[in-house]
């Protein structure tokens, strides 16, 4: 048994994802670059998933996940600040 027909499965865009968490990541850094800072460290994530549970044969639930996540970490000489999503 197929729980989801052709039709409702998702496109996989996975580097479309990948090239847009790049181009965040690139952005930021320039920013921090731009604003003085002697070094920048930026982490971009995201995460997805989906459970599927079964019993007897029949779909109970299904469960979809999406987190993001986008940390950056700016050094001016001696001094450090970080800020993170949650």
């Known amino acids: 048994m ?4 052709s ?4 496109q996989d865009d996975s580097l479309q994802r990948l090239d847009a968490l790049t181009d965040i990541a690139q952005r930021l ?3 921090a670059r731009a604003a003085g800072a002697t070094q920048a ?3 971009c994530s995201e995460e997805r998933g989906l459970d599927v549970n079964v019993r007897l044969g029949d779909v ?4 979809s996940t999406r987190d ?4 950056v970490t700016v050094y ?4 450090k600040g970080s800020a993170s999503t949650a």
């Open 68 to 71: 993001r996540g986008i940390a």
């Open 76 to 79: 001016f000489g001696k001094r």
């Open 41 to 43: 460290e930026v982490s």
């Open 60 to 63: 109970e639930t299904v469960e």
């Open 29 to 31: 850094l320039e920013r």
């Open 2 to 5: 197929n729980a989801l027909s």
């Open 7 to 10: 039709e409702t499965r998702v």
